[in-house]
């Protein structure tokens, strides 16, 4: 922490035109004021917190993203497999009308005209 030379400061001060009250507040305002600054140390300090957070923040998100695609993968094999179970409906379902088809024009043949 600085050490302030009030009495140097005060001298400055009024040499410059303030005056004695006006440098006696200015300067007991600026010694207030050191308490609540942030020093190097704060600074640095908040930096590792801040860093440890985005490090924390980026690999929560790299698992939610993997957890994401392994649920996109298991939904997408899921619709395949009910567009496979479809396609065979929809097979049969043809196969069944072709035959039905087949079976009324073979009985039209027979129909006696």
Same mark, same amino acid.
């Given at each position: 922490?600085?050490?302030?030379?009030?009495?140097?400061?005060?001298?400055?001060?009024?040499?410059?035109?303030?005056?004695?009250?006006? *440098? /006696?507040?200015?300067?007991?305002?600026?010694?207030?004021?050191?308490?609540?600054? *942030?020093?190097?140390?704060?600074? /640095?300090?908040?930096?590792?917190?801040?860093?440890?957070?985005?490090?924390?923040?980026?690999?929560?998100?790299? *698992?939610?993203?993997?957890?994401? *695609?392994?649920?996109?993968?298991?939904?997408?094999?899921?619709?395949?497999?009910?567009?496979? /179970?479809?396609?065979?409906?929809?097979?049969?379902?043809?196969?069944?009308?072709?035959?039905?088809?087949?079976?009324?024009?073979?009985?039209?043949?027979?129909?006696?005209?």
């Amino acid at each position: 922490m600085a050490i302030v030379d009030t009495h140097e400061a005060f001298e400055r001060l009024t040499g410059a035109g303030f005056s004695k009250d006006q *440098a /006696e507040t200015l300067i007991q305002t600026v010694g207030e004021s050191r308490d609540v600054l *942030a020093t190097k140390a704060d600074l /640095e300090s908040l930096a590792q917190a801040t860093k440890a957070d985005i490090d924390s923040l980026a690999r929560q998100t790299k *698992a939610d993203i993997d957890a994401l *695609a392994q649920q996109t993968k298991a939904d997408i094999t899921a619709v395949q497999g009910s567009l496979r /179970e479809l396609e065979l409906r929809l097979r049969l379902q043809m196969y069944g009308v072709a035959v039905v088809v087949i079976g009324v024009l073979t009985a039209l043949e027979f129909i006696p005209r």
